[in-house]
């Protein structure tokens, strides 16, 4: 079935150094892409996408690129502020699964320090 | 506009009691799905539905699980009995357009069995 692997967190990082969390997948046919983050007492929230190989999805200075060839889609942020400490997903629809199921991963704990 | 409610935020509860909850979605959101988050997990999908009509429930363990979308608005998710393992956040999510990856996630309810 359709799976999503996340680096292990927690990840620390002060105030202005460059993001990157890894993400891969598995699944069959061509699934859509998404990072998810949730801060601290919220819900989650879409944070980008990206639905066919190639694209690039952005929002807030996030940016993840689908590579179907590596079966990745890393988020990456080149300057972080303290406000992006959150928890980040990566998930999937589609490919073997349902369209309208999400798959994700086991979320990766960010905390920025000023 | 206002986002998904969920009720309560937090449950203590002792195992073999049972426990529901309560999720109001996004007005005019057909779509609406349970999901479960372990500790240190991702969530996992529950239950959708379209409407009033529960079109996945493969992950659902019917044997304690029960859930109710009356009206095709609210949802209630209930357990009966609940057991230790059934410790984890609740989370509810609408969609206009499930396929999308779109959802509007609550807060969730944290529940804790003892």
């Known amino acids: 079935g359709d799976s999503v692997t996340q680096m292990e967190g927690p990840v620390t990082l002060s105030e202005e150094a460059f993001l990157t969390i890894n993400c891969t997948y598995t699944?069959?046919?061509?699934?859509?892409l998404f990072w998810y983050v949730q801060y601290p007492g919220e819900g989650l929230q879409l944070l980008l996408k990206?639905?066919?190989?190639?694209d690039k999805g952005s929002n807030k200075g996030f940016e993840a690129t689908y590579r179907k060839e590596t079966t990745s889609f890393h988020l990456e942020k080149g300057s972080v502020q303290v406000s992006d400490s959150a928890v980040y997903f990566c998930?999937?629809?589609?490919?073997?699964?349902?369209?309208?199921?999400?798959?994700f991963g086991k979320g990766t704990l960010l905390t920025v320090n000023p | 506009e206002a986002g998904v409610v969920q009720s309560p935020r937090y449950k203590i509860i002792e195992k073999k009691q049972p426990v529901a909850f309560w999720c109001n979605p996004i007005?005019?959101?057909?779509?609406l799905y349970w999901y479960r988050q372990n500790l240190g997990q991702g969530p996992e999908l529950l239950i959708r539905?379209?409407?009033?009509?529960?079109?996945?429930d493969s992950q659902l363990p019917k044997d304690r699980f029960s859930a109710e979308r009356l009206k095709g608005v609210d949802s209630t998710l209930k357990i009966q009995p609940a057991e230790l393992g059934d410790s984890a956040v609740y989370l509810c999510?609408?969609?206009?357009?499930?396929?999308?990856?779109?959802?509007?996630f609550g807060s969730g309810t944290r529940l804790t069995v003892v």
């Open positions: 990206a639905t066919k190989a190639d």
């Open positions: 999510a609408s969609s206009l357009d499930g396929s999308q990856g779109r959802y509007t």
């Open positions: 007005s005019g959101h057909n779509t």
């Open positions: 539905y379209e409407n009033e009509e529960a079109v996945d």
């Open positions: 998930a999937l629809s589609g490919g073997g699964g349902s369209n309208y199921k999400l798959t």
């Open positions: 699944a069959t046919g061509y699934p859509s």
